[in-house]
């Protein structure tokens, strides 16, 4: 039987590879759409999690994996010789930068050389891993053909850019739609036939360059614009104008403009990396990305002006940095989740504390940090322990749950990152 047709009959046999923010809400999908899933991680803390019917993301409920486990189409394993029995497997492992900026494709070249020792004729490989233009068909096609079997022939290839959005209650994996590039038409038509059963809208390109370039575009587009929010904050500052107020007012304007917010920088796994995966490749083409390099210095200078924020509320009071006590609220990159990867209050912290500042925290989602290499250890305390001997809050992360009608009346100066504290006048609030 065709991998088509055991598609259509929801026979095939679906292996994930990365069972994180990705992969997991990814495996839990095509189990709903009736196929017998196997995740594959080298976690074996998640592999657990999964088989217990446990999550650890927060946009995937336990329940629903529960039910897929207990109803036998959903299990994960760490031993990869499974893929021998899997039709259909999509890479979803991380792509990070090496400290000089460049590409780390190590993960993915990892899970690509166990696929290879398993590929079988009529087997389905999906990249999902975000990536710089080329990496499917120069990386993992040379890697798949030597096996002696030939894309589009014996085995399908494809790429399919992840556009997961932690805490989006109205987006889901489901019901955002899914852009596929196949090496060959054959590939992309077996593919978009593979996601049309569990995604509402599957959009087909022509390649797999053209797939993983959609998505540098949408990251890029992203960051620039941030970017240009960022700059146009620390302008703002100079010239004593609200930039909040500033893009609340654009943003009435019904066509041609799209607000997008000043704050301490970017995080997350994708934002503040994707971009360099494109300017890296670009630069082997002789091209230089000025926009992406421009917004890149921007947003990382981000965290230095909140540092300089705080000095110049503590100096309001003629106080140093030194010796302050100063008290972050929020240390996940975004609101209501708890993923720290490449947060801004990271380098706030670290920043504050060179400077001799006393840092405490609260976070209802990151318990613990771990920072300066070891050095420094911080616990996060609860909303209401945070004393009366802080000096300066500084709001960096803007969780739902913190209390932001009480924070100007607690503490003697507060530093707002994120205009969290939006329709509180109060003379001690220090605003972006
Ligand atoms: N998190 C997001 O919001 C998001 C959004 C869009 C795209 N992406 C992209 O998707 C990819 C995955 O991101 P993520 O956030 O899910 O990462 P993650 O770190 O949450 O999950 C990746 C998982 O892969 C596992 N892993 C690593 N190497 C492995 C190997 N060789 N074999 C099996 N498992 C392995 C890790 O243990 C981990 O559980 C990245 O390329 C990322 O840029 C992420």
């Given at each position: 039987m065709s991998l088509k047709e055991k598609i259509e009959q929801r026979t095939a046999r679906i292996g994930v590879i990365g069972l994180g923010y990705v992969g997991l809400p990814l495996a839990v999908e095509f189990s709903r759409a009736g196929f017998d899933v196997t995740g594959f991680d080298v976690d074996a803390a998640k592999v657990d999690a999964l088989n217990a019917g446990r999550s650890y993301i927060g946009d995937v409920k336990a329940e629903d994996i529960a039910a897929q486990v207990m109803a036998g189409k959903l299990r994960a394993t760490?031993?990869?010789?499974?893929?021998?029995?899997?039709?259909a497997v999509d890479i979803c492992v991380p792509t990070p930068l090496r400290k000089t900026k460049d590409p780390d494709m190590s993960f993915v070249v990892a899970a690509a050389e166990q696929i290879a020792k398993y590929l079988h004729p009529g087997m389905l490989v999906v990249l999902e891993s975000t990536t710089y233009p080329g990496t499917t068909a120069e990386v993992l096609q040379p890697m798949f053909e030597a096996t002696g079997l030939k894309v589009g022939h014996d085995f399908y290839l494809a790429f399919s850019p992840e556009r997961v959005d932690p805490a989006n209650e109205k987006f889901t994996t489901r019901n955002t739609p899914k852009v596929i590039g196949g090496t060959t038409p054959a590939c992309s038509e077996v593919a978009t036939a593979l996601y049309a059963t569990a995604i509402d809208t599957v959009v087909p390109v022509t390649s797999t360059q053209v797939a993983e370039m959609v998505k540098l575009l949408e990251n890029t587009f992203r960051a620039v614009n941030i970017g240009l929010v960022n700059e146009l904050a620390l302008m703002c500052h100079r010239m004593n104008i609200n930039v909040w107020e500033v893009i609340e007012a654009a943003g009435t304007k019904p066509f041609g403009f799209m607000p997008f917010y000043p704050g301490p920088g970017l995080g997350g796994h994708c934002i503040p990396i994707d971009p360099f995966y494109l300017s890296w490749k670009a630069r082997q083409s002789g091209f230089e990305c000025r926009f992406i390099e421009l917004a890149g210095q921007i947003n990382g200078s981000m965290p230095l002006f909140v540092v300089e924020r705080i000095s110049e509320a503590l100096n309001t009071r003629k106080q140093a940095i030194n010796g302050s006590r100063v008290h972050v609220f929020g240390?996940?990159?975004?609101?209501?989740?708890s993923d720290m990867r490449e947060s801004p209050a990271l380098d706030i912290i670290e920043l504050l504390h060179r400077r001799g500042a006393l840092v405490s925290y609260t976070d209802p989602y990151v318990p613990t940090l771990e920072l300066e290499h070891g050095q420094l250890n911080l616990t996060s305390i609860a909303e209401c322990e945070a004393g009366p001997d802080i000096d300066c809050a500084v709001i960096c992360t803007n969780h739902t749950a913190f209390n932001y009608k009480a924070i100007p009346g607690r503490f003697p100066l507060v530093v707002d990152s994120r205009n969290a504290l939006k329709n509180i006048d109060a003379e001690n609030v220090f605003r972006l």
């Open positions: 760490t031993d990869m010789s499974t893929l021998k029995q899997i039709d240390v996940a990159y975004k609101k209501d989740v």
